[in-house]
């Protein structure tokens, strides 16, 4: 069977675990994990996913080695996108003053071209403090696919919209009352944001996700 294959599980690991693939077994990630509480059920066959997590996510980590080898993550991408689940596919990715100037490419692919969920992190501690987060949360919704806007304002959400610039607390909320994803705040339009947030703002979160348009990358 090809190592990379589609994932196979249509069900999730138990509350509070996590399917880990392999390769991790030794990473810091995993020891942050353990260390938050996470227990690991290490798998071999999760093909190109990395983590299966309880709430029916998947996740795919991109390191700072990935971005500057060059396009050979892309294709890993591309295969995750194509693994035939129900499970909702997400995109962590290593941001660092190394990696940084390849970010908006990377962003531009992975939500715009793919069509994917993508998550920024300092780093594996970071992203064991993420995984952590999701895994022990008291609810085992997937909060990227729930519909009403109280239950938008799980910590981690509100985390990921206050990463783009400009966008505190109290707009990160506005902006979760008008739309019901991450996704469909990637996709939204300057005129569809400008109601919200003001018109600067509204320009400043359309070209966040849409940098390779004003960049020419």
């Known amino acids: 069977m090809d190592a990379e294959a589609p ?12 399917f880990c ?8 990630l995993i020891r942050g994990l353990r260390g938050g509480g996470v227990k ?14 309880p709430n029916k996510s998947s996740v795919l980590y991109v390191s700072e080695c990935d971005i ?10 591309v295969r995750y996108r194509n693994t035939s689940s129900s ?32 998550l920024p992190v300092s780093g594996q501690t970071g992203a064991s403090q993420l995984i952590t987060h999701i895994v022990l949360s008291e609810s085992q919704e997937n909060p990227f696919r729930r519909r009403s806007a109280c239950c938008l304002f799980e910590p981690l959400v509100m985390a990921v919209v206050q990463k783009v610039p400009g966008v505190g607390k109290v ?7 008008s739309f019901s994803s991450i996704q469909q705040l990637c996709n939204a339009t300057v005129a569809e ?25």
């Not at 693939?21 to 810091?28: G, L, P």
């Not at 003053?97 to 994917?116: H, K, N, P």
Request: hydrophobic share 45%; glycine share 8%.
């Open 193 to 217: 944001l400008a109601p919200i947030v003001g018109k600067a703002c509204a320009q400043r979160i359309h070209s966040f996700f849409h940098q390779h348009m004003v960049t020419g990358s």
């Open 7 to 18: 994932v196979a599980r249509t069900a999730g690991p138990p509350h509070g675990h996590v």
């Open 87 to 118: 499970f909702q596919e997400l995109v962590l990715v290593e941001k660092s003053r190394i990696s940084e100037q390849y970010f908006a490419a990377v962003q531009s692919f992975v939500v715009l071209d793919l069509g994917l969920a993508l």
């Open 171 to 177: 707009r990160a909320r506005a902006l979760l009352h």
């Open 40 to 53: 690991i059920l290490f798998e071999n066959e999760l093909g190109v996913v990395d983590f299966l997590l």
């Open 68 to 77: 500057i080898a060059g396009n050979g993550y892309k294709r890993k991408l």
């Open 21 to 28: 693939s392999e390769k991790w077994r030794s990473s810091d």
